[in-house]
Structure formats: C-alpha cells, structure tokens
C-alpha cells in the first residue's frame, strides 16, 4: 500500500510539472507574447483590468506626439518613471525598456500613426499590458484619450487593486503629459 501511494504521488508530481507548471509559468509571465508578430491596435476590452483617460492639452498634437515620443526624455517630465530607453528608432517593432513602479516594463511599439495615434503592449511582473492612445485637434488644443489593459495572475487575484492602480497612474501619466506639452509650447 504504502508503495502505491508513493507511485501515485510521484506520477502526480509528473503530470503536474508538465501539465500545470507551464501554464502557471505562461500566467506569471502574462500569458501573452508582447514579440508576436500581430500588430495591436485596441486593448482587451475582456481583460480582467482596463482603464481609460482623456484631457485636453493646449498644444497642438505635434508638440503632444514630440512629448509623447520622446522615450528616453520621459523620466525628465514624468516623476513615475524612473528610467526609460528605446532600443533603435521609434517605429513599429521596436522595444524600449523603462522602469515605472516596483518593475522593469519591457514595451513594444505596434502602431503608429504620426500625431494621431501610438499603441503599444508591456510585460512586467506577470502582467501583460495593452496601452493606446488618441490624439484629436480640437481648436488651437489637443484631446488626448488613452485606454490601458492588463492581464496575468496579478490582474485575476486583484482585479480591484490594480484596477485603482492603472487608473491612478493613467491619470497622473495624462496630468504630467499635459503639464510638459504646455510648457513646451510656452518656451
């Protein structure tokens, strides 16, 4: 008997390490595939966290897309981010690393539309993150919306924390972009 249990619990083990373990694995890790060839253009209206945000900016969308675009200068206008860098040009396909909260976001630019629209997806911490953002004319201003989604293990335990979490930084990350693009369009 004791020798039956033994053979169970290891063929358990087994199929455990092979069938649950990778999934687990896929989870923590977002689940997603922020490389995959297919180009994201929307957020994951289905995904356990979404938020969105809009302001109006008195600069013109250029001086907004400049703000915006300007990766490595993010750090300097945005308190949140403590350290950004793009690893080549700033076009569709290409990654860039920065660091906001606890983790180190690992992005990748998947459309572009110059002054009118930017999506990109991120993975940190087990998240997989789908961001985008809308820039309108509106007179001598600008209306920006974006709208944010997050997936993972973390999203499914916390979906109401971190729901607070994305909005909280949505807003600040739309307060500081209108802050810097008015003082840009001042200088």
């Known amino acids: 008997m004791k020798n039956e249990v033994i053979m169970v619990g290891r063929f358990l083990s087994v199929f455990l390490a092979f069938t649950y373990v990778p999934?687990?694995?896929?989870?923590?890790?977002g689940g997603k595939n922020v490389l995959a060839d297919e180009m994201?253009?929307?957020?994951?209206?289905?995904?356990?966290?979404?938020?969105?945000?809009e302001t109006e900016i008195s600069a013109d969308p250029e001086i907004v897309w400049e703000v915006m675009t300007e990766i490595d200068q993010w750090p300097k206008w945005n308190p949140d981010v403590k350290d950004a860098d793009i690893v080549g040009t700033f076009s569709e396909g290409t990654?860039?690393?920065w660091k906001a909260g606890p983790g180190k976001i690992t992005s990748v630019i998947q459309k572009i539309d110059r002054h009118k629209f930017l999506a990109w997806t991120g993975k940190?911490?087990?998240i997989y993150a789908i961001h985008v953002w809308s820039l309108e004319p509106?007179?001598?201003?600008?209306?920006?919306?974006?709208e944010e989604s997050w997936e993972g293990l973390l999203t499914r335990l916390f979906p109401r924390r971190m729901h607070i979490m994305l909005k909280n930084s949505i807003d600040d990350?739309?307060?500081?972009?209108?802050?810097?693009?008015?003082?840009?369009?001042?200088?």
């Open 95 to 97: 990654k860039f690393h």
């Open 173 to 187: 990350g739309l307060s500081y972009l209108k802050k810097e693009a008015e003082r840009r369009k001042n200088s």
């Open 138 to 146: 509106h007179g001598m201003n600008t209306v920006v919306t974006t």
């Open 40 to 53: 994201i253009v929307e957020v994951n209206e289905n995904a356990p966290v979404v938020a969105t945000g």
């Open 124 to 126: 940190t911490l087990g």
């Open 23 to 29: 999934m687990l694995v896929a989870e923590i890790l």
